[in-house]
């Protein structure tokens, strides 16, 4: 992982040359005043041994949420339940109920509530992961993808039409449980994600002419269908305790920072890692036609991508030109630069709150997302 506080010449460069170029990015996170007195947050994100894994810290509110999620599923058709199972068997990595688990433990501490989870946050928890699984069964569709974390998707099993019923029930099931939480800026929060969801997605469909406007538009699909997930539930859980509009911007402002980081992780990962680690193939951005992070940094060094990105990839030879040119770029490293910033912003959000080690643990995590390797 890069540092910044020992950056070397070049690398300051070409730090530099990314904030002018695409400056817009920057402009839009803001500084606020402190709700907390905290030390500053230094630029390098590093790791502290006596930190808790923010997995095993989470690990105790999180054991049973797949069971859970099964009962909120429960119907009498048994093929629909075989379908809606599919997913949930507990081999995924629970990411996004994870972050939501801790930060509103971090947001309970904050406000003087001794971190005691509330049943309300972690049925959001749960919604999170139910609505995250109905997207993947949703684009799996939309992408005609073969396998899914290791294994054939829903609609390679089972075909198109079912999968998307399958998807849309996993979806009404995460909206009744919303429903009885019954905190209506709670539920208008959450009704956000799935408009971003769908919006995000006609967004991935299209593209943009001029270099910076198809940068700007890549990170706000990034937002919509990756961000807006995390940040909206990291909010929701904020509001149940909190009624100060900082600390639920803060709560949101960490979420938003830390999936957009962890796309554009995702985003390198699809030229640096086998298919083995990610569950999928490698290049599947590329062979769906899409322009992401490592390539739109790789058109600035040959602008022959720009014909290809237009196309969206679809000529013979393209992807594998393409992947040549990403390679041979420094796309790869620019986009790992823009993560590291997103997730430095994450960690100022956060260290605003009260330290607990929920916060420290969130702290730590933006380590984890950029260490990833699937």
Same mark, same amino acid.
């Given at each position: 992982?890069?540092?910044?506080?020992?950056?070397?010449?070049?690398?300051?460069?070409?730090?530099?040359?990314?904030?002018?170029?695409?400056?817009?990015?920057?402009?839009?996170?803001? /500084?606020? &005043?402190?709700?907390?007195?905290?030390?500053?947050?230094?630029?390098?994100?590093?790791?502290?041994?006596?930190?808790?894994?923010?997995?095993?810290?989470?690990?105790?509110?999180?054991?049973?949420?797949?069971?859970?999620?099964?009962?909120?599923?429960?119907?009498?058709?048994?093929?629909?339940?075989?379908?809606?199972?599919?997913?949930?068997?507990?081999?995924?990595?629970?990411?996004?109920?994870?972050?939501?688990?801790?930060?509103?433990?971090?947001?309970?501490?904050?406000?003087?509530?001794?971190?005691?989870?509330?049943?309300?946050? &972690?049925?959001?928890?749960?919604?999170?992961?139910?609505?995250?699984?109905?997207?993947?069964?949703?684009?799996?569709?939309?992408?005609?993808?073969?396998?899914?974390?290791?294994?054939?998707?829903?609609?390679?099993?089972?075909?198109?039409?079912?999968?998307?019923?399958?998807?849309?029930?996993?979806?009404?099931?995460?909206?009744?449980?919303?429903?009885?939480?019954?905190?209506?800026?709670?539920?208008?929060?959450?009704?956000?994600?799935?408009?971003?969801?769908? /919006?995000?997605?006609?967004?991935?469909?299209?593209?943009?002419?001029?270099?910076?406007?198809?940068?700007?538009?890549?990170?706000?699909?990034?937002?919509?269908?990756?961000?807006?997930?995390?940040?909206?539930?990291?909010?929701?859980?904020?509001?149940?305790?909190?009624?100060?509009?900082?600390?639920?911007?803060?709560?949101?402002?960490?979420?938003?920072?830390?999936?957009?980081?962890?796309?554009?992780?995702?985003?390198?990962?699809?030229?640096?890692?086998?298919?083995?680690?990610?569950?999928?193939?490698?290049?599947?951005?590329?062979?769906?036609?899409?322009?992401?992070?490592?390539?739109?940094?790789?058109?600035?060094?040959?602008?022959?991508?720009?014909?290809?990105?237009?196309?969206?990839?679809?000529?013979?030879?393209?992807?594998?030109?393409?992947?040549?040119?990403?390679?041979?770029?420094?796309?790869?490293?620019?986009?790992?630069?823009?993560?590291?910033?997103?997730?430095?912003?994450?960690? /100022?959000?956060?260290?605003?709150? /009260?330290?607990?080690?929920?916060?420290?643990?969130?702290?730590?995590?933006?380590?984890?997302?950029?260490? &990833?390797?699937?």
């Amino acid at each position: 992982m890069h540092k910044d506080t020992g950056a070397s010449c070049h690398e300051r460069k070409a730090l530099q040359g990314l904030y002018q170029k695409f400056s817009y990015v920057y402009s839009l996170l803001r /500084r606020n &005043r402190c709700l907390y007195t905290t030390p500053p947050v230094c630029c390098s994100i590093c790791s502290d041994a006596k930190l808790k894994d923010p997995f095993s810290l989470a690990q105790k509110d999180l054991q049973n949420l797949y069971e859970e999620i099964k009962k909120q599923l429960l119907v009498s058709k048994a093929e629909l339940k075989v379908l809606c199972d599919y997913y949930f068997d507990g081999k995924g990595k629970a990411f996004r109920p994870m972050i939501v688990i801790l930060m509103a433990r971090a947001c309970n501490v904050h406000s003087n509530k001794e971190g005691v989870l509330l049943p309300a946050q &972690r049925s959001i928890a749960m919604i999170s992961e139910m609505i995250h699984t109905a997207s993947l069964v949703h684009d799996d569709v939309i992408d005609d993808s073969d396998t899914r974390r290791g294994k054939n998707t829903i609609n390679k099993v089972w075909g198109e039409r079912k999968a998307i019923l399958a998807g849309d029930f996993i979806l009404s099931a995460a909206s009744m449980a919303l429903a009885r939480i019954g905190n209506n800026t709670v539920v208008s929060v959450l009704s956000q994600v799935i408009e971003d969801l769908v /919006r995000g997605e006609f967004m991935q469909l299209g593209s943009k002419e001029n270099e910076n406007e198809r940068f700007k538009h890549y990170l706000e699909k990034t937002f919509k269908k990756t961000a807006s997930l995390i940040a909206n539930s990291c909010k929701a859980v904020s509001i149940l305790v909190n009624s100060d509009p900082e600390v639920h911007e803060i709560a949101y402002q960490y979420g938003r920072n830390v999936g957009i980081a962890f796309q554009l992780v995702d985003d390198i990962l699809d030229f640096t890692s086998c298919a083995n680690l990610l569950g999928k193939p490698s290049a599947a951005d590329l062979k769906l036609g899409l322009a992401t992070g490592p390539v739109l940094f790789a058109c600035q060094q040959f602008p022959e991508l720009h014909a290809m990105i237009m196309r969206r990839f679809s000529s013979d030879g393209d992807v594998d030109r393409a992947w040549q040119y990403v390679l041979k770029s420094d796309g790869v490293e620019q986009t790992n630069y823009l993560a590291q910033h997103y997730c430095q912003e994450a960690i /100022r959000q956060i260290s605003r709150l /009260r330290p607990s080690t929920e916060r420290d643990a969130l702290i730590q995590l933006t380590e984890l997302v950029l260490r &990833r390797d699937k």
